[in-house]
Each structure stands twice: as structure tokens, then as C-alpha cells.
């Protein structure tokens, strides 16, 4: 490594990297490290002199070609074709690894002198950008330590470890305990060579650009889906104080002039009145002008047509609802009759098929796939914009052992048996089927969208004419 250090050397006390993905597709859909940015966030707090490289920073200089960007701060990642692992031969899309070319890393990294480096990855199944970067420090920089947290390094602890134990000679340690106790733990550790940031707030700030923030309000979800690793993850639902949400959204608007927010909660509205409500009356009377998008689901069941009003006036232009299925429903987060009252109330409240979607879950074991075109059907009649999400069998949930039954991967071995554009529950995936079933749902969207500008129109002229 010494042949790279040709730059002036810059001392900081910890270095925190975001690793590459390797997937299929992935996409910026309000998609940052929130784990990560967090704990930056604290340890700034505490004095210590940090460096933030996330590898897929859509917005580095230095990409070999600039990347589109796309509404309310979304966009894509820098990608590279790579060969995919031969058990996926079968499946016919490509493979890439998303994030700066590895030349470029080691450009961000050389000139930097680090006391330790924290890594952390969210998929299960993007652990492979993980190992890379656990193989690189373990041997270029053995005396390091190396602190690995995350979703991953929860779920499949074992997997993770048997991988470090491949590196006997570096200190490595999968991070435990809630990440303020680990905070704590480090101090006694090391000393900070700066002085304490004034906030907390995870640390949105290190990037050359925010288009936009992501914020968690609660840990958890009180339902326990057979699908969904949040039980598992936070066992408790907790919730933060309300106002403290809108200092954090007043600082960010203010400060850095973001207007897109992205809630990454479980379970946004639950406890409404004391909870979102609170928070959304208070961005009014504050007049922050901002936007807000739930990319993970909202419980439709507590969307009454006073809470569709008021996600509407305080500025939620990104509604998902999650359904996952119409027959064989596999939760009883909602009924349909539940989900209809809350798409009436949303539409009334003016939310328009742009704005408004539901997930779908499909490829589950056995998956009949003219049942998913019914559910798809089902949202056209509705007039709810459709998002399919293929299922991925998470460890420790009960669906997984279902799916492991019939799937043709030893599901159990690796995680990357799991990953969703795989079908992995599936024995013989039907690509013809799968592609026709996603063309229907992207058509569905389309001709909803067109229809619904169109309306606008219409009302536009009629307006006019009034
Ligand atoms: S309601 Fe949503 S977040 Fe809660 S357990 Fe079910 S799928 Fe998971």
C-alpha cells in the first residue's frame, strides 16, 4: 500500500465507509446508509475527527460519467457489468457491482490516517461489497481495528463470522449493543482529537450534496408480518419525541435548504395523534415548505380521511400503501375493505394516482402468478399506482423456512441464495411469466398516470373557462 500514500496525509480519528452493491439493480430511491450516517452523527458529538466515503455517492466529481437524476432527489448509482455467481446463470439479467470504480476508492482513501474504520452494509444479500472492503483493510491496514455494524451483520452473524475468522491476525469485532452504549464503549478506547459538533443528527451533511434527508422516527413495528425482519431487528416499538422529528427537519431545511424527506419507519402511522399528527401539525405552524415520500409501506388501516388531510396540506407527495396481497394475504396488518376506505380517503384528501401506490409481495413459494395479475387488476380497478416487490426470504422469519422448502437454493448455506430479482422461493421461475406480470404492473402505472394528467387537464380548461 505504502506506493499509494503519494498525497499529503490527512489525520482523522475514524474512517466510515459505505461498501459497494452487487446486485442486479439497484436504484437511489431515497437510498442512503441511515446506520452509518448515524453513528457518524454521534461519534461527531463526542469530539472524534471523522471521514464519511460512501462508494455510492451519486454525486463524486470523478465518476466516469455523470448520472441522471430523477424526481424529488432520486436517481441512480454508478454501475459496473461484472460476471454474475454461476448458481444465478439461470437468470436472465445482468449482474453489476453499483459504486466508484475500485481505482477511485483507493484514490479517496490514500492520504487518509485513520485509528479505526467502521463499515456496515443494510441487504442481507449485499454482502459481498462488505467482504471486499473487510479483505482490503484486514490486510493493508492489519493493525486497524475494524468494527462492523449493520442489518446484515444482525441477521446473519454467523455467516459474518465464520467469514472474519479467515483473518486471525486483524482485530475485527461485529458491533452488539445499540449504537449509543457502543459509542460509549469506544471512548474508553480512544481519545477524540476534535472538539464536540454542536448536534447529533446523523451526518447527511458529509455529503458533497443532499437531495435529500432521510429520517427515522421509531424503531420497530408492533405487527410481526411472517415476511418482515423488523420484530427481529428491534423487538420493542419505540417512538421519538415528536418535536425533536421537526427540529431535525427545521435544521435540515433551514440549514441546508433540503425540501425532500424519505421516513424510513415500520410503522409511520401508528399512535397518529400523538405521534406523525403531532409532528405534521407542527410543520405547519413552523411553515417549513417541504416535501415527504414513505418509501417503506404505510399501514393503510390508519389512514382516516382527517389523517389523509392533513399527509396531504403538510406536503407527503410520495404515498406507498402496503397490501402485498389481495388473495392468500399472509398478515393482518390490513383488510381490503380497510385499504379501500384508506385509497377513498387519500383520494379525497387529492392524492393522485402519481402520488399514490401499493406494494404487491410476489414470487412467494408456489406463487400463482394469475393471482398477482388479479391483485395488479385489482389496483387498475382502484386506481392506486401498482409497485411490485419481490419476496426475498429473510433469516429468522417464519416465511424463510417456507421458502426454503421450496426453493432451489440451499437457502440456509448463503445469503446470497435470497437475493429478490433470484425468485429464490420459486423451484423454476417462469421468466416469461415473471416479465409479462412486470410489464403489466408498469403499464397499469403508465396509463393511470396519463389519465390522471389528463383529468387535470380537463379540470385545468374546464377552470379556465369557469
Ligand atoms: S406491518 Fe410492515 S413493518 Fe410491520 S411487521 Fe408487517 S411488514 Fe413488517
Known amino acids: 500500500m505504502g506506493a499509494l500514500f503519494v498525497q499529503s496525509v490527512k489525520e482523522i480519528d475514524f474512517l466510515l465507509v459505505n461498501p459497494w452493491i452487487y446486485d442486479f439493480s439497484a436504484h437511489d430511491f431515497w437510498l442512503r446508509p441511515y446506520g452509518l450516517l448515524k453513528l457518524a452523527g454521534l461519534l461527531r458529538k463526542e469530539g472524534y475527527k471523522i471521514h464519511l466515503l460512501d462508494l455510492l455517492d451519486p454525486f463524486h466529481p470523478e465518476l466516469p460519467k455523470p448520472l441522471k437524476r430523477k424526481a424529488y432527489g432520486t436517481g441512480h448509482f454508478y454501475k459496473e457489468a461484472i460476471p454474475k455467481p454461476h448458481f444465478f446463470r439461470d437468470i436472465p439479467r445482468r449482474y453489476f457491482r453499483y459504486g466508484m470504480p475500485f481505482k477511485l476508492f483507493l484514490k479517496e482513501i490514500s492520504g487518509l490516517k485513520f485509528k479505526a474504520v467502521f463499515l456496515s452494509t443494510t441487504m442481507t444479500y449485499w454482502y459481498p461489497g462488505l467482504f471486499v472492503l473487510i479483505d482490503f483493510f484486514a490486510r493493508n491496514f492489519s493493525d486497524t481495528p475494524i468494527f462492523i455494524s449493520g442489518i446484515y451483520a444482525k441477521l446473519c452473524r454467523a455467516h459474518l463470522e465464520d467469514f472474519i475468522s479467515r483473518y486471525s491476525w486483524a482485530q475485527i469485532e461485529v458491533v452488539s449493543e445499540p449504537m449509543e452504549d457502543f459509542v460509549k464503549k469506544l471512548k474508553r478506547q480512544f481519545l477524540p482529537k476534535g472538539d464536540p459538533h454542536p448536534f447529533d443528527y446523523p451526518a447527511f451533511d458529509l455529503y458533497r450534496e443532499i437531495p435529500y434527508v432521510v429520517m427515522l422516527t421509531s424503531l420497530g413495528c408492533p405487527f410481526n408480518c411472517p415476511y418482515c425482519a423488523s420484530k427481529k431487528l428491534y423487538p420493542h416499538f419505540i417512538q421519538k419525541e415528536p418535536l425533536k422529528v421537526v427540529e431535525e427537519i427545521e435544521f435540515w431545511h433551514k440549514k441546508y435548504g433540503v425540501i425532500d424527506f424519505a421516513f424510513y419507519d415500520d410503522a409511520l402511522l401508528v399512535n397518529f395523534e400523538k405521534h406523525l399528527g403531532v409532528i405534521l401539525e407542527e410543520v405547519l405552524k413552523r411553515n417549513l415548505k417541504v416535501r415527504f415520500h414513505t418509501p417503506n409501506a404505510l399501514h393503510a388501516r390508519f389512514i382516516t380521511i382527517e389523517v389523509a388531510k392533513l399527509l396531504k396540506i403538510s406536503g407527503f407527495v410520495t404515498i406507498r400503501l402496503g397490501l402485498e396481497r389481495v388473495e392468500d394475504r399472509l ?3 390490513v383488510t ?29 413459494p408456489e406463487e400463482d402468478f394469475e393471482k398477482v395479475e388479479r391483485a395488479l387488476n385489482y389496483l387498475y380497478e382502484l386506481r392506486v399506482s401498482p409497485y411490485l416487490s419481490e419476496f426475498s426470504p429473510i433469516p429468522g422469519t417464519p416465511l424463510f423456512d417456507e421458502a426454503e422448502k421450496s426453493s432451489r437454493y440451499p437457502l440456509s448455506e448463503d445469503p446470497l441464495f435470497t437475493n429478490k430479482s433470484a425468485f429464490p422461493a420459486l423451484r423454476n421461475p417462469d421468466w416469461k411469466k415473471i416479465h409479462q406480470v412486470k410489464n403489466l404492473a408498469k403499464t397499469i402505472r403508465k396509463t393511470l398516470l396519463e389519465s390522471s394528467a389528463q383529468a387535470f387537464q380537463e379540470a385545468s380548461c374546464l377552470g379556465g373557462k369557469g
Open 336 to 364: 381490503l375493505s380497510e385499504f379501500e376506505e384508506a385509497v377513498s380517503n387519500l383520494k379525497k384528501a387529492g392524492f393522485t394516482p402519481r402520488e399514490l401506490g401499493a406494494y404487491l409481495l410476489y414470487g412467494l
Open 331 to 333: 398478515d393482518e396488518k
